[in-house]
């Protein structure tokens, strides 16, 4: 193929692709925190698959043990049947990750992806409680299937469904309105007989807004909503699709706050190596499903059960998790400079861990920064209702050469950005 060659997706492929319209390039190759085009060019990817691929890509290990599975005929599809490649991530998952937290759930295989655990999420609240309404947050995102759009903020998007979107109230999430506590808010709502809102099954939200535009929810006022949940019985869904498995420092991104959520929905990363898989994961108590009462063809994800226990080998100790966390605050000292340096740019540092970005309040800068920062050789995007921050995801598996030569890109890309804002202003 040669460069030409991207006109075969846009006369083949429909209008709905998104990123290859960013990253204008046919990509050929990939391995650690690079990926190479089909003319050579490599990058850097602080991408990371929108948060799918938190180890990098093609790991050692984790392509070794697929690689000998495959070569070993084992099984690859078994819709919900028992296979050894499921109950060894099983018992890996709960030695490795549920029991040191002592967390203590049930673990259901809803389908491949992120919107099919939240969508399960959504039935299971509604069955067990017998309640239809759900609580959501401004500026949240949870999937793009009907069930998953009603919860999520993005105008743009609900209007993809073409149908209203209902038995939903959407309550402001933390800092919504500055200086306001919007838990007040929500209380008043629910204590207030007068306020029109049904008492809902279910609370769900994300701790940091990957979508939304890196929007962190603080340790109190998460450790509040789980209370308030508690106090009238609504069911409290973790959504850590993108900002679990390690993204924000720990491996559920609930951890410091230390709640303890009814239901929790991963997906991306937990398959490790980049294939489609995804939890929800039940409080025991809370598992009422008959028998293929939610169900999916391709939830038997065996490659991606093989993958996903080499994975966890990260986890087996702390030293993953703390050179992480140093990663991140030099990261996230990197970007603070960078807005003290940059005024013009009128920045904001967001989120936590591996999972931050600049919120600018300037119209327009951060998708330019992103298209600049392609130019040069680095892979990023940006999150918000605008658009409005640039958004960094490395590999948390980045090493330290990789992360400095990605972050010299992005101080040349904000340079050439706040140069052009200049000549334009003078």
């Known amino acids: 193929m040669s460069q030409t060659d991207m006109e075969v997706f846009q006369e083949l492929e429909s209008e709905v692709r998104s990123y290859c319209r960013s990253f204008p390039a046919v990509f050929t190759k990939a391995k650690g925190y690079k990926v190479w085009d089909i003319e050579g060019n490599e990058y850097i990817d602080f991408f990371s698959g929108a948060g799918a691929l938190?180890?990098?890509?093609?790991?050692e290990e984790m392509k070794q043990a697929l690689v000998d599975y495959i070569l070993n005929d084992g099984i690859t599809h078994s819709l919900d049947m028992a296979t050894d490649a499921k109950g060894t991530f099983l018992r890996k998952f709960h030695e490795v990750i549920l029991q040191p937290r002592a967390l203590n759930y049930k673990v259901m295989f809803p389908g491949p992806t992120g919107t099919n655990t939240v969508e399960s999420a959504l039935k299971l609240a509604r069955k067990v409680t017998g309640r239809t309404d759900i609580m959501s947050f401004t500026n949240g995102f949870h999937g793009m299937t009907i069930g998953s759009l009603s919860v999520t903020g993005n105008l743009a998007k609900r209007k993809g469904a073409g149908i209203p979107l209902t038995n939903v109230v959407t309550m402001p999430y933390d800092d919504y309105v500055s200086e306001v506590d919007t838990l007040d808010?929500?209380?008043?709502?629910?204590?207030?007989?007068?306020?029109?809102?049904?008492?809902?099954?279910a609370a769900i939200v994300e701790t940091v807004q990957g979508e939304g535009g890196i929007n962190v929810a603080r340790t109190e006022w998460l450790q509040r909503l789980a209370s308030i949940c508690k106090e009238h019985e609504i069911l409290l869904?973790?959504?850590?699709?993108q900002a679990g498995v390690g993204r924000t420092g720990t491996f559920f991104s609930f951890e410091e706050a230390k709640i303890v959520p009814d239901i929790v929905c991963?997906?991306?990363?937990?398959?490790?190596?980049?294939?489609?898989?995804?939890?929800?994961?039940?409080?025991?108590?809370?598992?009422?499903?008959?028998p293929g009462e939610h169900n999916g063809t391709f939830r038997g994800n065996n490659h991606a059960f093989v993958t996903a226990t080499a994975a966890l080998t990260y986890w087996e100790n702390e030293e993953f998790m703390s050179t992480v966390k140093e990663k991140a605050t030099h990261i996230e000292n990197f970007l603070k400079k960078l807005v003290v340096h940059y005024p013009t740019i009128e920045g904001e540092v967001r989120g936590r861990g591996f999972m931050v970005g600049i919120r600018s309040n300037v119209a327009g800068l951060s998708s330019r920064v992103a298209a600049a920062a392609f130019k040069r050789g680095l892979i990023m995007e940006t999150s918000g209702a605008e658009d409005e921050v640039f958004k960094l995801f490395p590999p948390l598996t980045i090493d330290e050469e990789g992360l400095e030569k990605g972050l010299a890109l992005l101080e040349e890309s904000v340079q050439e950005v706040t140069k052009e804002?200049?000549?334009i202003v003078n």
């Open 54 to 59: 938190n180890y990098g890509h093609n790991d």
């Open 185 to 201: 808010y929500v209380e008043r709502f629910l204590c207030d007989r007068g306020s029109g809102m049904e008492l809902p099954a």
């Open 237 to 241: 869904i973790i959504d850590d699709v």
């Open 266 to 290: 991963l997906s991306k990363s937990i398959g490790g190596y980049g294939l489609p898989l995804a939890l929800t994961l039940i409080r025991p108590d809370l598992d009422v499903w008959s």
């Open 421 to 423: 804002k200049e000549m």
